[in-house]
């Protein structure tokens, strides 16, 4: 357990992004029009009463009963392994017919997914139920006759195709344990994953638009395979779906005996049906990769039963989706948001859940306006950065367009109360309500939000805790910080929910130290009250009890949205020869909210050159992939240092941000920072 501590220590916070918060006044509260009030899923504030600590965890009942079960349970929740929490104990279901197969009963023929392709002259498809059905079914078929079982891992590299929710529903029918990697991450990326996860089948496209671009996606699935083996993971099969047939895969070349087209292998098995099997509650459901502290991401696991209640439960309360809504949600499917409130929660609730190929200002801002126009969406969610953007470049686009939304949602970063405003003038024309959610890929759904037919929204402050969530803000010493102090502290979650992730995929030591051990005071104890949920978020709490997230405590950096651990872009950084020393740090950005700045000390006999930072740039590239394109890469002459030889972050950070350094007389080459603020903000 120890070696992973450091993911916890202070030298970690060294260059937090809460370090760097922007404080925003407290802002004015905004209440919801009646017309929603009246519509909504949850109106009456008694709710709240159903989930006080006195009915926990049974007041979760009201989620599992969302959906349709073998087997019900026998123990809500069982913490005699803690903290490895068992939801739903003894209770049998099945994601895919939850999401797919019950719905057929009482509305077949309605769509449950709209692809919008992005060049704008391609039809949007719609699917429906049946249709999803019959797909769902066929590609299970498939990947049976490829001999998967229930608890063998598969890994999915695929950009927003509806064919990665059917792979998805497919996998969960047989209980196979998917894993989706972003899209935009590199082969390499997504060879790494496959290895930690022991998958020995890829599954992937041939290409796909993106800005106007038809990408080739293939050949990251030959980079993956080969990063994978090198790691002693041997990918047996490459599925690859085709986007284009014709104009595209012809060209995609395939490896004899390894590689095949999905339709290729669908021809087989038209109309075949494969029952969904009765799985455990507690069987794992998905990985999803993420960025932590060390250069090896960590595969959260999530629960079948636990994560799917969760995620129907607050999309119907948060989302407040109802059958006969037409719901979009404007994030990826590579990320926890795409599997929660694209996939899983939205189709668990029989909803039509659109979803768009492309960027949102390709090929101008108006191209959500006019998505949103053309199919009815009523239901919008999206990312603070993809609203910056829109604002940026077409402020007034949304004026043009003939859309009304009832909800928004912003998610993945805080949304600063200017862009808000925007968001809530413009894009909801003071006809919707917001909900800003403050969640984690580890925590499965929401756990920080307003609920929109009760709470008002305060711009800045993604609201309350959710409904059975009790967070806590504590400091170093573990005392909390009240409500209303206007102080931060490391927000922490007191008890486990349903959503909550499982373990690290191999990692359990991991798990414990890195999410649990830092507040508890005896591992022994198998009572949840005494393993607080360490997020890895700074905030603070107003009187009114809402909260304000300030960004990472830890050594992430939250790129519009995206998780990027500052060991992983520095490990990539030192595969270049001539590095001696990287160093990564947060820095504030217009459009991004945050974006990557990296330092690079050169070993000695090398002089700074601009080769020399395109390496560092395509070794990043080549590693994780284009969004974790540092914004500058500065070649100094020495990092500042520790008298024990650490690199102060905090000191390069304040550099980048123009924020005082703060005490640098301890260090043992104070003079070094000058140089470096010189040579950075001169250059700015
Ligand atoms: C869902 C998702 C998690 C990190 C999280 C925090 C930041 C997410 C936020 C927010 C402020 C919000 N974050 N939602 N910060 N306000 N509404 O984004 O998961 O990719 O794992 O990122 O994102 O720092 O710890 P994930």
Not at 39 to 57: G, L, V
Not at 231 to 260: C, I
Request: proline share 6%; aromatic share 10%; with cysteine.
């Amino acid at each position: 357990m120890a070696d992973d501590l450091d993911d916890v220590t202070d030298e970690s916070s060294e260059s937090s992004e809460a370090l760097i918060a922007v404080h925003w006044r407290e802002e004015g509260y905004y209440p919801p029009p009646a017309s929603f009030v009246a519509q909504a899923n949850a109106s009456d504030p008694a709710i709240r009463e159903q989930f006080t600590e006195d009915k926990y965890p049974d007041c979760f009942t009201a989620y599992a009963d969302l959906l349709t079960w073998y087997k019900k349970w026998d123990t809500v929740l069982d913490t005699s392994n803690a903290p490895f929490w068992k939801w739903w104990v003894g209770g049998e279901l099945n994601a895919s017919y939850n999401c797919v197969d019950r719905h057929l009963e009482t509305h077949p023929n309605k769509a449950a997914l709209i692809f919008v392709p992005e060049p704008e002259g391609d039809a949007h498809q719609a699917i429906t139920y049946r249709e999803l059905y019959v797909r769902v079914n066929e590609f299970a078929a498939v990947l049976r006759e490829l001999g998967l079982k229930a608890g063998d891992r598969i890994t999915f590299h695929m950009p927003m195709v509806p064919e990665l929710p059917v792979a998805m529903l497919a996998a969960a029918r047989l209980g196979i344990i998917h894993s989706q990697v972003f899209a935009g991450f590199s082969g390499t990326a997504a060879g790494h994953r496959i290895a930690d996860s022991g998958s020995t089948v890829l599954v992937t496209i041939d290409g796909y638009y993106r800005s106007g671009d038809l990408l080739d996606h293939k050949v990251k699935a030959d980079e993956a395979v080969e990063a994978a083996a090198k790691e002693g993971q041997q990918v047996d099969k490459v599925l690859v779906f085709r986007r284009y047939p014709g104009q595209y895969s012809a060209k995609t070349p395939m490896v004899e005996g390894r590689d095949v087209f999905v339709d290729d292998l669908l021809a087989a098995h038209k109309g075949e049906i494969v029952e969904p099997v009765a799985l455990k509650a507690t069987d794992p459901l998905f990985l999803m990769y993420t960025s932590g502290t060390t250069g090896r991401p960590k595969g959260c696991q999530h629960s079948i039963g636990g994560y799917l209640s969760y995620v129907a439960g607050t999309s119907k309360y948060y989302q407040d989706i109802h059958p006969d809504d037409t719901y979009w949600c404007m994030a990826d499917i590579g990320w926890i948001t795409g599997h929660s409130y694209i996939v899983y929660g939205p189709l668990a609730l029989g909803t039509t859940s659109v979803i768009y190929e492309g960027t949102p200002n390709y090929p101008d801002a108006g191209r959500p306006w006019r998505i949103a126009r053309q199919l009815g969406v009523n239901i919008f969610h999206t990312s603070p950065t993809a609203i910056r953007m829109l604002r940026k470049v077409g402020p007034d686009e949304p004026a043009k367009y003939d859309f009304h939304f009832k909800h928004m949602t912003t998610v993945g970063e805080p949304i600063e109360p200017e862009v808000w405003r925007w968001y809530y003038d413009n894009v909801g024309k003071d006809e919707a309500v917001i909900v800003d959610t403050w969640w984690q890929t580890e925590t499965g759904g929401f756990l920080g939000s307003t609920l929109p037919a009760i709470d008002s929204a305060k711009p800045g402050s993604c609201g309350p805790a959710a409904l059975g969530i009790y967070p806590v803000i504590l400091d170093e010493d573990s005392n909390e910080v009240p409500a209303g102090s206007g102080k931060a502290g490391n927000i922490c979650i007191r008890n486990p929910w349903p959503g909550v992730f499982q373990t690290i995929w191999g990692q359990p030591d991991r798990f414990v130290s890195t999410y649990y051990a830092k507040y508890n005071k005896d591992p022994k104890s198998t009572d949840w009250r005494d393993w607080p949920y360490f997020a890895g978020d700074g905030a603070t709490q107003a009187a009114d009890g809402y909260f304000r997230i300030l960004g990472r405590v830890d050594d992430v950096i939250n790129v519009a949205g995206h998780r990027l651990g500052t060991k992983e872009l520095e490990s990539a950084a030192l595969t270049v020869n001539e590095v001696a020393e990287a160093a990564a740090v947060p820095v504030v950005d217009d459009v991004r909210g945050r974006m990557v700045e990296m330092y690079i000390a050169l070993k000695p006999g090398f002089d700074a050159s601009p080769e020399i930072e395109a390496k560092v740039k395509a070794a990043i590239e080549t590693d994780i992939g284009k969004i974790a394109r540092p914004k500058n890469i500065w070649i100094v002459p020495d990092m500042p240092k520790t008298r024990s030889g650490k690199i102060m972050r905090r000191v390069i950070a304040a550099t980048s941000n123009f924020t005082d350094t703060g005490d640098i007389t301890t260090l043992a080459n104070p003079e070094v920072v000058e140089k470096i603020r010189e040579q950075v903000q001169t250059a700015k």
